[in-house]
């Protein structure tokens, strides 16, 4: 496709101090920067790039980053335009593999005031109880470790974040 790999920088998880290596970048002719780290990470990156008036786009990375989180992080403002791989979109449950589902489970988050910073985490352990509810369906209730884990081999359903199957 033509993309090319410009540098690649490797920071600890207690890192708050990005100012080098986005200065690095600020000089370089980098049109796109990949980011993969937590919410309070990529926070911080993009607030000091904002700093730095560092015109580069950016992609986030890592299936939780979650955008209202990052933006409540860091203001807002140097999260505009920011694009966000994720692992489920709550705000847009018209996009999820099962819009149903999806849409109940944002709605009941929402219903249940909990806070909307964990919904993206949230969605994969609710992927996962359902996941083992399907499977002790087709168990029929039997929850012993051995045949429930046989039958988690028989499930297959469209969960919210994606198609759960196991081979």
Not at 12 to 18: K, L
Not at 58 to 82: D, E, F, M, Q
Request: glycine fraction near 8%; charge should be negative; aromatic fraction near 10%.
């Amino acid at each position: 496709e033509g993309v090319e790999v410009g540098e690649v920088f490797y920071i600890d998880a207690g890192s708050s101090d990005f100012y080098p290596i986005l200065t690095q970048i600020k000089n370089s002719d980098a049109d796109l920067l990949v980011l993969t780290h937590n919410n309070a990470g990529v926070a911080k990156i993009l607030e000091q790039k904002y700093e730095l008036s560092l015109n580069q786009k950016v992609l986030c990375t890592g299936g939780s980053v979650w955008p209202y989180t990052i933006a409540k992080l860091n203001g807002g403002k140097p999260s505009k335009g920011v694009m966000v791989l994720a692992f489920f979109a709550a705000d847009y449950p018209q996009y999820s593999p099962n819009p149903a589902e999806a849409k109940y489970y944002a709605d009941e988050w929402k219903k249940r005031k909990l806070p909307w910073d964990g919904v993206q985490e949230g969605s994969r352990a609710y992927e996962a109880i359902m996941t083992i509810a399907e499977a002790l369906k087709i168990n029929n209730g039997d929850g012993d470790r051995k045949t429930l884990r046989n039958a988690l081999e028989k499930v297959n359903r469209e969960g919210i974040i994606g198609h759960v199957v196991f081979d």
